[in-house]
């Protein structure tokens, strides 16, 4: 059986310059949830809207269900069920009204029609607002309603492009139970982007790292941590940059490190057995007299995995939200 | 999913829209109307002097009409920009219903507020005694007229909208009508033209469609004009459908 998902060198160049996604090759099985990890301006969204065919690709080949996303662009609608990143509803139309209109154009028989947009209000919970129209929703329930504008035909592969960006931790949790639910119990294949790692660590079965256009890791979330090999020691300098340098080449000298990078404010080092070279490494720096703020150690998360590849943090919209690992 | 069943639902949710706001339309309603009166007033005493023209209101009235139809199918482009805006035009895209009936859909349900509208100022011109020289049929063929004008005239804010996805550029649909309405007829016949106006009067289709509606008013019945008028409303729907297309081929650049 084919992939689900299969792309070949996967191409978007806007200009010689713009490359917003630069040759990718990805392989989805049937029935898995994929992860896309990448900040803002990564080529996430590109390569959705171009898995999806709203965007044609400049070069490369990608097939969908076996499907050829540019020659067969009109079964691939009919086969995948989408949900953008802009929450793409109309404000004058009711839920009921939209998910009715949506059924139609997807081909649903009319007779299935009441029934399955009452299903689906049950499912994404919004039976009581659902004859409200759409400016009145919130942010929660527009992208609740829009994933259930995703699965009116059953599609058998999703892509949801940030489900859960700027939602609150309530309405986040909803919508990662209800992928897993469809994931379990029917079997859909999900493709989803996101700049959580803690979305990608909690829902996916494999996760490609996204930046600049370009996949710089991939592999399962536990494989992608443990890839690390090390526990991660970051330590918070006061000192401004000049402290930082010092810092970076003092812990240097440890034994076992296996780097160490200064990182903005910070010099982090990753090294095996992390909690019992902790003395050794506030002693090392006040030796040199650097002002350190705070020390934290912790086991690698997904996060490391994506400085340790990029050289630069993912920025999330809301760091407060992204998942900070546990603490040692 | 099927052609026709895809512009159907698209149109009625197009319709839906346009009856939840209908405060878009009292401009569309008002400013046709004021010009009429206006028109009638400041002319009307003098047209039959100058142009040999008895009834103005029945000359005008086709006017209005038009004026009308133009407004209201430069807010069509609007409501697609701002589907486009909101990012409900991708969600439509990404389903499999045809591309042709995504377009279908916002133009016919402007073809089909033309005709309300023309049904609504041309009442009110008939009120005031424009008068109908070829009676309800020909009312109908002028209401029926008006919609399909309506409906090819909307393609040129719908291209325009799909080409730039600005509500600013949309608006210039609205400006494409000042010319094309008044370079034509609107006030006086056109052989009282001087050459250059008369020139640019002969090759605009909107003159085409007045002088039919003007006869339909006016004159009886005359197949000749119908036949030109038809053909103007074919030609240019056309050339705005083809637009249409070729600008939405563009989004998925």
Do not use: C
Not at chain 1, 278 to 300: D, G, H
């Amino acid at each position: 059986m084919s992939s689900a998902i299969e792309t070949q060198l996967l191409v978007k160049h806007y200009t010689p310059e713009i490359k917003a996604v630069d040759g990718i090759d990805i392989d989805v099985p049937h029935g898995s949830i994929f992860g896309f990890l990448g900040a803002n301006g990564s080529g996430k969204t590109t390569t959705v809207r171009m898995l999806t065919t709203l965007l044609r690709p400049t070069g490369g080949s990608a097939r969908v269900d076996g499907l050829d996303i540019v020659k067969d662009a009109a079964q691939v609608r009919q086969t995948v069920g989408v949900a953008l990143q802009e929450v793409s509803l109309d404000d004058i139309q009711t839920g009921r009204e939209l998910l009715t209109l949506q059924s139609r154009l997807y081909g649903v028989p009319g007779s299935q029609i009441k029934e399955r947009v009452e299903r689906l209000l049950g499912l994404v919970d919004l039976s009581d607002a659902a004859d409200r129209l759409l400016k009145t929703y919130s942010g929660g329930m527009k992208r609740r309603l829009d994933l259930a504008a995703a699965l009116v035909h059953e599609p058998k592969i999703v892509f949801l492009d940030e489900p859960t960006t700027g939602l609150d931790p309530i309405s986040r949790e909803a919508i990662w139970r209800e992928i897993e639910g469809l994931n379990k119990s029917e079997g859909v294949t999900f493709f989803l982007t996101t700049q959580y790692m803690e979305e990608a660590d909690r829902l996916t079965d494999r996760v490609a790292i996204i930046d600049a256009g370009r996949i710089i890791a991939e592999g399962s979330p536990t494989e992608l941590k443990a890839s690390i090999g090390t526990d991660v020691i970051t330590v918070g300098i006061s000192g401004g940059p000049e402290d930082v340098g010092k810092a970076q080449q003092t812990l240097a000298q440890l034994d076992g490190t296996t780097d160490v990078r200064a990182v903005g404010d910070s010099v982090v080092v990753y090294i095996r057995d992390g909690s019992t070279v902790i003395p050794r490494v506030v002693t090392l720096l006040n030796e040199a007299s650097v002002q350190m703020e705070e020390i934290t150690l912790k086991r690698p998360t997904l996060d490391d995995v994506f400085l340790r590849a990029t050289g630069h943090h993912m920025e999330a919209e809301e760091p407060q939200q992204t998942a900070e690992g546990g603490a040692a | 999913m099927n052609f026709a069943y895809a512009t159907y639902y698209l149109t009625t949710r197009s319709l839906r829209e346009t009856f939840r706001q209908p405060g878009v339309e009292v401009s569309n309603l008002f400013i046709p109307i004021f010009f009429f009166f206006v028109t009638v007033g400041a002319l009307g005493g003098v047209a039959a002097g100058a142009f040999e023209i008895e009834n103005y209101r029945g000359f005008a009235l086709p006017v209005a009409v038009l004026q009308g139809a133009a407004g209201a199918a430069s807010s069509g482009g609007l409501g697609m920009v701002t589907d486009i805006e909101r990012g409900y035009f991708d969600k439509l895209m990404l389903s499999p219903a045809p591309r042709l009936s995504l377009v279908l859909g916002r133009l016919v349900a402007d073809g089909v507020r033309v005709t309300i509208l023309a049904i609504v100022i041309s009442t009110v011109a008939l009120i005031f005694g424009a008068g109908m020289e070829t009676g309800p049929g020909g009312f109908l063929i002028l209401i029926l007229m008006s919609g399909a004008f309506g409906f090819t005239y909307s393609g040129i804010g719908m291209a325009i909208a799909l080409k730039t996805g600005s509500p600013q550029a949309a608006q210039v649909g609205f400006l494409v009508f000042f010319p094309l309405l008044f370079l034509s007829p609107a006030f006086a016949p056109k052989e009282f033209f001087e050459g250059w106006l008369q020139f640019l009067a002969t090759i605009n289709p909107v003159t085409y469609i007045l002088e039919a509606q003007r006869s339909l008013v006016l004159d009886g019945w005359e197949w000749e004009k119908l036949g030109y008028s038809a053909a103007a409303i074919a030609g240019f729907g056309a050339f705005t459908l083809t637009l249409t297309m070729l600008a939405l081929r563009t989004r998925t650049a």
